[in-house]
């Protein structure tokens, strides 16, 4: 699951500054935050679990 989420968030952080598609950059750079927040979340949960 964090795999996931940092590629999720690698690939949305990519097209949200290169995209060529501007419907698609957009979304890129408003979904990225909430990638972010998951990816924290897990993160918090995963070293818990240590």
Not at 3 to 30: P, Q, R, S, V, W
Request: net charge positive.
């Amino acid at each position: 699951m964090i795999d996931g989420h940092k590629k999720t968030l690698d690939l949305m952080n990519k097209e949200a500054k290169d995209g060529k598609d501007a419907d698609l950059k957009a979304f890129a750079a408003k979904t990225a935050p909430t990638v972010k927040m998951h990816l924290d979340a897990i993160n918090k949960i995963h070293d818990r679990m240590k």
